[in-house]
């Protein structure tokens, strides 16, 4: 990523767009995948539409277009999205001092558009030498240009979906399946992580059955708590040797 | 839009603002319990193998398929595979997406 550019406000901006493109680049076929499912999965166009401006968290959108087919409860569809997008609360407090000197109407739309991907592209500019008064710019680039970005390719999604019939028999679900996997196996790094993800494994196979898809908030739970006393076990271990 | 609808994607922008907006509201005033940041960072792992799971050992839902003819297990096995031996999450999407677009058409 470059980092020489006159720190103008406008060049900021861009500067941020410009740096997201690869998460643009990758964003782009689950943004088409996405709308291309959401009518088969019992979503309207609107609502489709509507899910991407308003939620706009990929992960957890197509994990609701997979409970909404499965015929899940609102309850849970809504606390299985808090638990997928806790993961922005750490975001969230790792941005804070970047952002703490800005004013709410700053503060509030750069959380709204807080994603995996911007996060991951403004860490690098907020963490520069240079003392630039303006890496929020910077910051606000690298979201529209992901907002934009995840809207435009889930209308084409929605229109693709609409135009050809059995684009959904295609199994185009696999895209999630594949991304999920090789994060999840980029992330066993540790025997308590292991653990966690055979325990999830495990308890989402045996718990297929109970209503409303709360066999994997059960499945998330145990894993969770498996790895945390896990590593607390290890920890002791090795305070002890 | 059926209420339906409305309501869920009301409910997940709720609660998707708020876990972002959380800390950039609160300031520095607010933070995490070590046991509770120790149990955030199983999430991601948890959930999504979760998710995972069911769908490439069961791919119609209903009936295991622990065999050479699933494709979702296979594909699956091969982005895995990838993301293990190479750390590169695109070139994982993109092989397990390859092999299981592949299998399914050798075998359609």
Redesign the interface.
């Known amino acids: 990523m470059t980092t020489t550019f006159h720190p103008t406000r406008h060049g900021e901006l861009l500067q941020g767009a410009r740096d997201s493109l690869p998460m643009l680049a990758?964003a782009a076929p689950f943004g088409i995948i996405f709308g291309t499912l959401a009518g088969p999965s019992g979503?309207?166009l609107?609502?489709a539409m509507?899910?991407s401006l308003?939620?706009?968290?990929g992960s957890?959108?197509f994990?609701?277009l997979?409970l909404?087919s499965?015929g899940a409860g609102?309850a849970v569809?809504?606390f299985?999205?808090?638990?997928?997008?806790?993961?922005?609360?750490?975001?969230?407090?790792t941005?804070?001092p970047h952002?703490?000197s800005l004013g709410q109407r700053w503060?509030?739309p750069?959380?709204?558009w807080?994603t995996d991907e911007t996060f991951a592209v403004v860490q690098h500019r907020y963490g520069a030498a240079d003392a630039s008064p303006l890496k929020h710019w910077y910051h606000l680039g690298s979201s529209l240009a992901m907002y934009g970005n995840w809207i435009v390719w889930t209308l084409v999604g929605v229109l693709l979906g609409r135009s050809f019939e059995g684009l959904d028999k295609?199994?185009l679900?696999?895209?999630?399946?594949?991304?999920?996997?090789?994060?999840?196996?980029?992330?066993?790094k540790t025997r308590?992580?292991v653990a966690?993800?055979i325990?999830?494994?495990?308890?989402?196979?045996l718990a297929?059955d109970m209503p409303y898809k709360l066999?994997?908030l059960l499945?998330?739970?145990?894993?969770?708590v498996v790895?945390?006393l896990l590593?607390g076990r290890t920890a002791t271990e090795e305070a002890q040797a | 839009?059926?209420q339906?609808?409305?309501?869920?994607?009301?409910?997940?922008?709720?609660?998707?603002?708020l876990?972002?907006?959380?800390?950039?509201?609160l300031?520095?005033k607010v933070q995490?319990p070590p046991?509770v940041k120790?149990?955030?960072?199983?999430?991601?792992?948890?959930?999504?193998?979760?998710?995972?799971?069911?769908?490439?050992?069961?791919p119609d839902?209903r009936h295991w398929q622990l065999d050479w003819r699933n494709?979702?297990l296979l594909?699956?096995l091969v982005?895995?595979f990838?993301?293990?031996r190479f750390?590169h999450?695109?070139a994982?999407?993109g092989g397990?997406?390859a092999v299981?677009?592949l299998w399914?058409w050798l075998l359609a």
């Open positions: 990758g979503l309207s609107l609502g509507g899910m308003f939620v706009f968290a957890s959108q994990i609701a997979t909404l499965g609102l569809i809504v299985t999205t808090f638990v997928v997008n806790l993961r922005h609360a750490l975001y969230s407090a941005l804070l952002v703490a503060r509030i750069l959380a709204f807080l295609l199994g679900e696999f895209a999630m399946v594949a991304t999920f996997t090789g994060i999840v196996v980029s992330l066993l308590p992580m966690a993800a325990t999830a494994g495990a308890v989402a196979l297929r066999g994997l499945a998330a739970l145990a894993g969770v790895g945390v590593e | 839009m059926s339906y609808e409305l309501a869920v994607i009301l409910g997940m922008t709720a609660v998707t603002f876990i972002r907006y959380s800390f950039f509201a300031g520095d995490f046991l120790r149990a955030l960072r199983y999430v991601p792992v948890a959930v999504l193998t979760a998710i995972v799971v069911p769908m490439v050992l069961l839902g494709a979702w594909g699956a982005s895995a990838i993301a293990w750390n999450l695109l994982a999407m397990g997406m299981f677009f399914r």
